[in-house]
């Protein structure tokens, strides 16, 4: 199994930009999770989902948007780039939603820098 | 905002001695997660005590929960260089999940 895999490691854009930060996974997880981490700071939950076609808000969703067409893939898409979106993104996954969320597998995380 | 509070922020030790991480949170939880962070690395789960468990053992890995005063503790015992990390909590309600700002330890050889 790769586990979680995300794309790419290292992001440079202009603010007003727009992207999209791919993730997938390959253990049939149906839970997944998007965070950022900025320094000296914890991870803050940005959009998660518990299953294909169903993706709600985290603690910091503004600015993000999500969908889940299938169960491998969480991608996760800046609309406008903001500097205060510079930051390192991890995706995450892990199992059935019933008892969740329960140990998570995390992705390298992508490295973004808005300028 | 974040749930869990660890501390100390940061803790240098010697190979050999243990360590203790605290983490403190606010609301009720289902269960509470430890991570371990290397340096520029993705997080790596290391145990799990639901609400219901006072105690978690897993190799050298020792946590405790305590709900009354919504605290949970990290012991690592016999720590060795390559502990050196950063340790985050994590809180778990329903589907939810919240990182604390983790401590960072320095285990010197």
């Known amino acids: 199994n790769a586990g979680v895999t995300q794309t790419p490691k290292f992001q440079v854009l202009k603010t007003g930009q727009s992207m999209t930060l791919q993730c997938a996974q390959d253990?049939?997880?149906?839970?997944m999770s998007w965070y950022r981490q900025d320094p000296g700071m914890g991870l803050r939950l940005i959009h998660y989902s518990v299953g294909a076609g169903i993706t709600d808000q985290g603690e910091v969703p503004n600015g993000y948007n999500v969908s889940r067409s299938t169960t491998e893939d969480f991608p996760l898409r800046l609309l406008s780039a903001a500097p205060s979106q510079t930051s390192v993104y991890f995706c995450a996954s892990t199992w059935n939603p019933d008892s969740y969320p329960y140990e998570q597998y995390f992705g390298p995380g992508t490295r973004l820098t808005v300028t | 905002s974040q749930q869990g509070e660890e501390d100390p922020q940061a803790l240098s030790i010697q190979e050999g001695e243990n360590a203790t991480m605290n983490c403190s949170y606010k609301t009720s939880i289902n269960n509470l997660q430890w991570y371990r962070q290397n340096s520029g690395r993705g997080l790596v789960h290391l145990i799990l005590i639901r609400s219901n468990e006072r105690e978690k053992h897993s190799g050298r890995l020792r946590v405790t929960l305590d709900t009354s005063k919504k605290s949970s503790s990290l012991l690592i015992t016999a720590s060795r260089a390559a502990d050196t990390a950063s340790y985050f909590c994590?809180?778990?309600?329903?589907?939810?999940?919240?990182f604390g700002a983790g401590t960072r330890l320095t285990v010197k050889p």
């Open positions: 994590a809180t778990v309600r329903d589907y939810d999940m919240r």
């Open positions: 253990m049939n997880h149906e839970y």
